[in-house]
């Protein structure tokens, strides 16, 4: 899987240009400014991955760009720093990932999430290993849970809020196309399962839910004929389906599968069970217009749209095993990406669902965070204007929360026409009042992919 682009490498890609360019070098930056006031309660480190190749390095796909891991760290109404560190894998120094061996699972990107669980934090990236960090963003190397990993990791693992559960799962191309993974409360990996029936398609996310655990598998899979470094495309031939799998040590053999309607979703925001028994999962999907556009600017060829996600809307799938059958329907117009949640609600039923909005394909229009409320079908909208994009919203309750929208949202926002970031430190409950506080960042960040507040330990 060659991460330097063997074609048109002197075209500038959109990856490499605007919110998405690269920094070329690692900094640190202390006693931030702070306009507002920070809750005492936001003490911790908000931890982003971004895709940062080496200044010289031109990737073939956003995907293979190294890693780079972002902190900004509060401590009780201040912001004491923030830093920015390369992923040291041997990916960093242009070690293949494919060998004669067979692929190496050290060489990461780890740029696509970060996030923390029985005290380690982990850079992940899904065809490999994940790589531990310290709290200093500096690289302590891969992390295979003692020896009992000798796969990968998906990229978007889910934690239990109740049992403290951290599942995840590896999905390959090859036999065995699909296993899961849970690693308990205290970090021992205690079950390990190839699930049958699974086939080759890509599965990015998934989902969870109190007693159930469900893979998406959507119209894109395998493509040995995809050159870019990461060989999936769509095909028509591809069945879609969700597969529903009871929680448990022997839950793999008893998954049952469900046809859906053609489509690929990136990403999920949560699912749960219904007072019906039904299992409802809700996040955005792409047709292939928009998955081959979207592909197009990943890869930097022509007939890609202005941004990095093409078409993809809000969907709501409705599986009911009593039944055996599954519906769906799209429940929002915009075009929105890296949909979140409060995360103490996942795996149960959710009122609020935030995401970030896109400008249509052409680029007309603003980012815009969007927060919208299930039981009542209102949305609200936070543009940021124009040449300003923000990061997935990460919610982080309030001190004192009673409601599941107590609390506030926190997003770096890219501004393009300074050249410089921000922390928003928004009020989840009303997104269009004022900011509660904005943190000053030395530079503009590159806009990131997946990240987590990881707060200090009680």
């Avoid at 470094?229 to 031939?237: K, L, M, T």
């Avoid at 799209?330 to 995401?355: C, K, M, W």
């Avoid at 921000?422 to 030395?442: I, K, M």
């Amino acid at each position: 899987m060659n991460s330097v682009d063997t074609h048109d490498s002197t075209e500038k890609k959109p990856y490499l240009s605007g919110h998405y360019a690269p920094v070329a070098d690692e900094i640190t930056a202390t006693d931030l400014i702070v306009e507002g006031a920070l809750p005492p309660e936001l003490t911790g480190s908000l931890l982003r991955a971004s895709h940062n190749p080496k200044p010289g390095v031109v990737t073939s796909h956003w995907f293979k760009g190294s890693g780079m891991v972002h902190g900004i760290r509060l401590r009780e109404g201040r912001a004491e720093w923030y830093r920015n560190r390369w992923v040291r894998t041997p990916a960093l120094d242009g070690a293949p990932y494919a060998t004669e061996r067979g692929p190496d699972f050290t060489v990461s990107t780890a740029g696509t999430h970060v996030i923390e669980h029985a005290g380690r934090l982990l850079a992940l990236c899904e065809s490999a290993l994940p790589y531990e960090i310290t709290p200093e963003l500096d690289t302590v190397g891969a992390y295979d849970f003692g020896g009992k990993l000798t796969s990968f990791m998906t990229a978007h693992p889910k934690e239990d809020p109740v049992t403290g559960d951290l599942h995840f799962f590896a999905s390959s191309p090859f036999p065995p196309f699909l296993t899961y993974y849970v690693v308990a409360r205290d970090g021992e990996l205690t079950i390990s399962q190839e699930v049958p029936g699974a086939s080759a398609a890509l599965k990015h996310d998934f989902a969870i839910t109190e007693n159930h655990v469900l893979f998406l598998e959507g119209s894109v899979t395998f493509d040995p004929t995809e050159h870019s470094g990461i060989p999936y495309g769509w095909s028509d031939d591809q069945p879609c389906r969700i597969g529903v799998m009871p929680q448990g040590p022997a839950g793999a053999a008893a998954i049952r599968w469900y046809d859906v309607a053609a489509g690929f979703g990136m990403h999920f925001a949560n699912a749960y069970e219904d007072a019906l028994g039904r299992i409802v999962i809700e996040g955005a999907i792409v047709d292939r217009t928009g998955w081959d556009r979207s592909w197009a600017w990943w890869t930097g060829r022509p007939g890609r749209g202005a941004e990095p996600t093409s078409g993809s809307t809000s969907r709501r799938w409705v599986v009911d095993p009593a039944s055996g059958t599954a519906c769906e329907e799209q429940t929002d117009d915009l075009i929105v990406e890296f949909p979140t949640i409060n995360e103490s609600r996942l795996g149960r039923i959710h009122r609020y669902q935030y995401a970030l909005a896109f400008p249509n394909d052409e680029g007309i229009g603003n980012h815009t965070l969007v927060k919208y409320d299930r039981a009542t079908g209102a949305r609200q909208l936070r543009p940021v204007g124009v040449g300003q994009l923000p990061s997935e919203a990460v919610f982080v309750a309030a001190a004192d929360a009673v409601d599941e929208d107590h609390g506030y949202l926190l997003t770096v926002v890219g501004d393009l026409n300074t050249e410089r970031s921000r922390l928003l430190v928004l009020d989840a409950r009303d997104l269009t009042a004022a900011p509660v506080a904005t943190v000053r960042l030395p530079r503009r960040i590159p806009a990131m992919i997946h990240g987590s507040w990881i707060p200090d330990p009680n």
